[in-house]
């Protein structure tokens, strides 16, 4: 991605959906490529989860917190904006909605006169904003015909914010030769509603394909299964997880060392006492929000006790947090659609042993996946289980006691 997207500097726009399970790295994939590439593009995040409703967010919602950001960070940087644009967005602001009665007398007065200020334009803009950004993260209140005109005049808006993000890319590359990219965010995560996901990537998916700037989106892994995933506007890039055993159940060295160098990254080995490290690594199984987690729950553990190290006891009770989690996760539900343990275990022995479960995916394997006690790992994109997981079949009798790839199995 990093070498496309610099392929595409000055050229045609980079436009990619990132997908993957949750834990797989994304946001910090993401973070390091804004890091690599900061010396040739403007990097603005915009996380669903911070400026979004989870529930009832349109098309048009991501537009408009896409143009504000924009000009925010615009503003910041002293580049120059046009008034002129900036007051056809703030009308846009203004009229599309019946709720928005008061913004529609600040937007008029802001330029009543042909000769308002371009600062004064500009702020009320930005108080204007701050209202939108609340609507659009607290959206449930809005009327069915409010949100109907606003879907009509999509078109419309979509066209003001091109000119936007072309006025603001000529004027930030002749200040400092970058160009903006968007990494849109939290979009995968599970509390976003599916409706919400159906609107913007199959239902309204032509906005994508019209933005005219560089943007990175996560998109929810679903999304690209079966029929669904032929629909998406451009065909996602997929995060998979680190593995620490391979599909024969023996130890993967080449992901264990690239979770170790992501690990010491953020926290000082000298913490861990003797084979700690490798241990948290191993009880994550290539998950990294898991690993993550391990290692913050196990230094809470130390801190407790008064230890300067981490020591084994401590991620031995972090690991036991985390196995008493899995079997929350494999356990049934209230919910509609239950699909019984039996049939659970059945999908993950078959997994483990290499059938054909590897092959073809089917609505037991994708619960399964999206609980996360399932991998998907690179290469061939073959499945593997946590090695707690493991562990679990193991103690329930599912497995031989002398199975590979477990926390606790022999190596």
């Known amino acids: 991605m990093a070498l496309e997207l610099r392929q595409r500097h000055g050229g045609v726009f980079y436009q990619q959906f990132l997908t993957g ?35 009832s967010t349109k098309p048009f919602d991501l537009l408009e917190v896409m143009a504000i950001l924009l000009v925010e960070r615009a503003n910041e940087l002293g580049l120059s904006l046009d008034g002129k644009l900036l007051q056809q967005l703030s009308d846009w602001f203004s009229e599309v909605t019946e709720t928005r009665v008061t913004e529609r007398t ?37 009327s069915d015909e409010a949100v109907r005109k606003r879907l009509q005049r999509l078109p419309e808006l979509t066209s003001l914010c091109n000119e936007l993000f072309r006025h603001c890319n000529e004027a930030l590359v002749k200040s400092t030769g970058k160009e903006w990219v968007f990494l849109v965010e939290d979009l995968d995560k599970k509390s976003v509603a599916e409706q919400v996901l159906n609107q913007l990537f199959v239902q309204y998916s032509n906005i994508w394909r019209d933005l ?63 084979g700690v490290e490798e241990h948290l690594i191993q009880a994550a199984g290539g998950n ?69 479960s590897r092959l073809v995916q089917d609505h037991v394997l994708y619960r399964l996946l999206r609980s996360r006690v399932v991998l998907e790992y690179n290469d061939t994109y073959w499945y593997g289980l946590p090695p707690l997981v493991v562990d679990i079949l193991i103690q329930q009798g599912h497995l031989p006691g002398n199975s590979k790839g477990g926390l606790e199995s022999p190596v």
């Open 288 to 356: 990294l929000r898991d690993m993550f987690h391990l290692v913050s729950e196990a230094a809470n553990f130390a801190a407790v006790t008064g230890q300067p190290l981490i020591q084994m006891e401590h991620a031995k009770r972090a690991v036991n947090g985390l196995r008493n989690e899995y079997l929350r996760r494999l356990g049934e539900t209230v919910q509609e659609n239950v699909i019984p343990y039996s049939e659970k275990v059945t999908k993950l022995t078959d997994i483990y042993e290499g059938g054909d």
């Open 106 to 142: 600040l937007s008029a007065e802001s330029v009543a006169a042909a000769g308002a200020s371009l600062p004064s334009i500009i702020q009320s803009f930005l108080s204007l904003s701050v209202k939108v950004k609340g609507e659009a993260k607290y959206s449930g209140s809005r």
């Open 212 to 274: 005219r700037v560089h943007f990175i989106c996560t998109v929810p892994l679903w999304l690209t299964f079966g029929e669904t995933g032929a629909l998406l506007p451009f065909r996602p890039r997929t995060l998979v997880d680190i593995p620490v055993f391979d599909a024969t159940h023996q130890p993967n060295h080449t992901g264990r060392r690239v979770l170790r160098e992501i690990l010491d990254k953020r926290v000082d080995t000298a913490l861990f006492g003797e």
């Open 21 to 55: 399970h949750s834990g797989t790295g994304k946001s910090t994939e993401l973070t390091r490529l804004s890091r690599e590439l900061s010396d040739r593009f403007e990097f603005l995040r915009l996380s669903a989860q911070s400026e979004l409703s989870p529930f």
